[in-house]
């Protein structure tokens, strides 16, 4: 970059600085603040960035007003990513795509006209241009990356060129061409709407972040609910999934806090729900604990051998969780940010503790690890600032990741072991060892119990029955070294 302090030959604008953004391209900013103005101007293809702060206009991102381009045949990778000022951008007809970022978090944009040169818009183009009220999709137009219009909070229309061989526009809603791919809701849309017969998909982002859709009515006939699909709709009370639902992506509901009720209709072969909550068929995975429900209290099915990633998510009404033996995956965020929840029993047939699984629990005072865990992902209990005391029924420390506790002080937390082999092991492990102190577990057995409490026995066969020590802080050599009971009947 170099700064000159001179003026420019073309109307006199005072250049403040310049330099390359290309192989042919160059970059200039002319103004005074907070009002700047970049152009863009050469041959060929504009550079890509990591970041809007890795550009070479870095410093005076914020206050650009407006960018002209001219020449370039692309817009880089967050070119202008991140510039709040901005509110008029010229795309000229050399440009055929808009990559990736590229306008991410404008906030001051209210309008862009995209020229019929453009065929790519890349994913997340415009994501966040919360001025963004409406935008008009080109004939030239090929492909729209996912999420390219996501979080775009004031975005109300979405309007294609009735030419376009590829897309197509029905109420401001993007779709492909055949309306068989509902691609983009616009996020600024009031309301309730009824998704048309045509739709097989919900894409990826969808209606994300549409926090003015009250409800919303999914026809029999789609098939996929994409990724992220509902994400962030905060005013969507209730959703039905049809019967012909097959797949469901991930964090399809994420975050939205006023869902109270997942229902699913009974005749849906990959789907169920039981008392609002979301699940596979079988129901051996929880998929989604709608996060307004109120209930306080919440067990677990015992069917259930899996808590899905992101499932109890924001569910800042439970206070307690009942997880029931037969479980062994829970999994990534799967508990984030429950708020409320001061206990939780994990029982000694997980074997997996996902990332930032418990994250953001603030209230929860204890957990108990038991001794089948053999897996604690990174963040697992990050910010739970209300720990005092961590149970781990492990003889041998698991080796974990330094940020399993983030941001909690462990140094003030007490650290209880099964015995003083166990306790000298956990003394000098990494992470373990700076937890406030290492303790034995002092504390009796109340009972003992089998897994099965009735069972029919034929002549020659035989049962095995596994028996479970209560509580399960008790030491398990109560259990006098078995693992298991036959019982043989001749």
Same mark, same amino acid.
């Given at each position: 970059?170099?700064?000159?302090?001179?003026?420019?030959?073309?109307?006199?604008?005072?250049?403040?600085?310049?330099?390359?953004?290309?192989?042919?391209?160059? @970059?200039?900013?002319?103004?005074?603040?907070?009002? /700047?103005?970049?152009?863009?101007?050469?041959?060929?293809?504009?550079? &890509?960035?990591?970041?809007?702060?890795?550009?070479?206009?870095?410093?005076?991102?914020?206050?650009?007003?407006?960018?002209?381009?001219?020449?370039?045949?692309?817009?880089?990778? /967050?070119?202008?990513?991140?510039?709040?000022?901005?509110?008029?951008?010229? !795309?000229?007809?050399?440009?055929?795509?808009?990559?990736?970022?590229?306008?991410?978090? #404008?906030?001051?944009?209210?309008?862009?006209?995209?020229? =019929?040169?453009?065929?790519?818009?890349?994913?997340?183009?415009?994501?966040?241009?919360?001025?963004?009220?409406?935008? $008009?999709?080109?004939? =030239?137009?090929?492909? !729209?990356?996912?999420?390219?219009?996501?979080? #775009?909070?004031?975005?109300?229309?979405?309007?294609?060129?009735?030419?376009?061989?590829?897309?197509?526009?029905?109420?401001?809603?993007? %779709? &492909?061409?055949?309306?068989?791919?509902?691609?983009?809701?616009?996020?600024?849309?009031?309301?309730?709407?009824?998704?048309?017969?045509?739709?097989?998909?919900?894409?990826?982002?969808?209606?994300?972040?549409?926090?003015?859709?009250?409800?919303? $009515?999914?026809?029999?006939?789609?098939?996929?609910?994409?990724?992220?699909? %509902?994400?962030? #709709?905060?005013?969507?009370?209730?959703?039905? !999934?049809?019967?012909?639902?097959?797949?469901?992506?991930?964090?399809?509901?994420?975050?939205?806090?006023?869902?109270?009720?997942?229902?699913?209709?009974?005749?849906?072969?990959?789907?169920?729900?039981?008392?609002?909550?979301?699940?596979?068929?079988?129901?051996?995975?929880?998929?989604?604990?709608?996060?307004?429900?109120?209930?306080?209290?919440?067990?677990?099915?015992?069917?259930?051998?899996?808590?899905?990633?992101?499932?109890?998510?924001?569910?800042?009404?439970?206070?307690?969780?009942?997880?029931?033996?037969?479980?062994?995956?829970?999994?990534?965020?799967?508990?984030? &940010? #429950?708020?409320?929840?001061?206990?939780?029993?994990?029982?000694?047939?997980?074997?997996?503790?996902?990332?930032?699984? %418990?994250?953001?629990?603030?209230?929860?005072?204890?957990?108990?690890?038991?001794?089948?865990? $053999?897996?604690?992902?990174?963040?697992?209990?990050?910010?739970?600032?209300?720990?005092?005391?961590?149970?781990?029924?492990?003889?041998?420390?698991?080796?974990?990741?330094?940020?399993?506790?983030?941001?909690?002080?462990?140094?003030?937390?007490?650290?209880?072991?099964?015995?003083?082999?166990?306790?000298?092991?956990?003394?000098?492990?990494?992470? @373990?060892?700076? %937890?406030?102190?290492?303790?034995?577990?002092?504390?009796?057995?109340?009972?003992?119990?089998?897994?099965?409490?009735?069972?029919?026995?034929?002549?020659?066969?035989?049962?095995?029955?596994?028996?479970?020590?209560?509580?399960?802080?008790?030491?398990?050599?109560?259990?006098?070294?078995?693992?298991?009971?036959?019982?043989?009947?001749?």
């Amino acid at each position: 970059m170099s700064v000159l302090l001179g003026t420019t030959g073309v109307a006199n604008a005072q250049v403040v600085a310049n330099g390359s953004c290309g192989t042919s391209a160059t @970059w200039e900013l002319t103004g005074t603040p907070p009002n /700047y103005t970049l152009t863009i101007s050469g041959t060929g293809y504009m550079a &890509n960035y990591s970041a809007g702060s890795s550009t070479p206009w870095n410093s005076y991102r914020t206050q650009m007003t407006s960018v002209s381009i001219s020449g370039v045949t692309n817009i880089g990778l /967050y070119a202008f990513a991140g510039c709040p000022s901005l509110a008029s951008v010229t !795309i000229p007809s050399s440009v055929t795509y808009i990559s990736s970022y590229a306008f991410q978090s #404008c906030s001051s944009l209210t309008s862009v006209t995209i020229p =019929s040169s453009v065929t790519t818009i890349d994913v997340y183009a415009f994501t966040g241009c919360t001025s963004l009220a409406s935008v $008009t999709i080109p004939s =030239s137009v090929t492909y !729209i990356g996912s999420g390219a219009f996501r979080n #775009c909070t004031g975005l109300t229309e979405i309007n294609v060129d009735a030419v376009n061989a590829n897309y197509a526009s029905v109420d401001g809603v993007l %779709f &492909n061409k055949t309306k068989t791919t509902l691609i983009q809701y616009p996020t600024g849309k009031l309301g309730a709407y009824t998704i048309p017969s045509s739709v097989t998909t919900i894409g990826e982002f969808a209606f994300s972040t549409c926090t003015n859709l009250a409800s919303v $009515t999914i026809p029999d006939g789609v098939t996929t609910i994409g990724t992220s699909a %509902f994400y962030g #709709c905060t005013s969507l009370a209730s959703v039905t !999934i049809p019967s012909s639902a097959t797949t469901i992506g991930s964090q399809a509901f994420y975050n939205c806090s006023g869902l109270t009720e997942i229902s699913v209709e009974a005749a849906n072969a990959n789907y169920a729900s039981v008392d609002g909550v979301l699940f596979n068929k079988t129901k051996t995975t929880l998929i989604q604990y709608p996060a307004g429900k109120q209930d306080a209290a919440y067990t677990i099915p015992s069917s259930v051998t899996t808590i899905r990633e992101d499932a109890f998510y924001g569910c800042t009404s439970l206070a307690s969780i009942t997880i029931l033996s037969g479980v062994t995956t829970i999994g990534t965020q799967a508990f984030w &940010n #429950c708020t409320s929840l001061a206990s939780v029993s994990i029982p000694s047939s997980v074997t997996t503790i996902g990332s930032s699984a %418990f994250d953001g629990c603030t209230s929860l005072a204890s957990v108990t690890i038991p001794s089948s865990v $053999t897996t604690i992902g990174s963040s697992a209990f990050a910010y739970c600032t209300g720990l005092t005391r961590v149970y781990n029924l492990k003889p041998a420390p698991q080796s974990i990741n330094s940020d399993v506790f983030y941001n909690v002080p462990i140094s003030n937390v007490s650290l209880y072991v099964i015995d003083n082999t166990a306790k000298a092991a956990y003394s000098s492990a990494p992470v @373990w060892q700076g %937890f406030k102190e290492v303790l034995v577990i002092v504390v009796s057995a109340t009972g003992v119990t089998l897994d099965k409490s009735v069972t029919t026995l034929v002549v020659g066969g035989q049962e095995t029955l596994t028996p479970s020590i209560a509580p399960l802080t008790a030491p398990t050599r109560m259990l006098r070294g078995a693992v298991a009971t036959r019982v043989l009947l001749r």
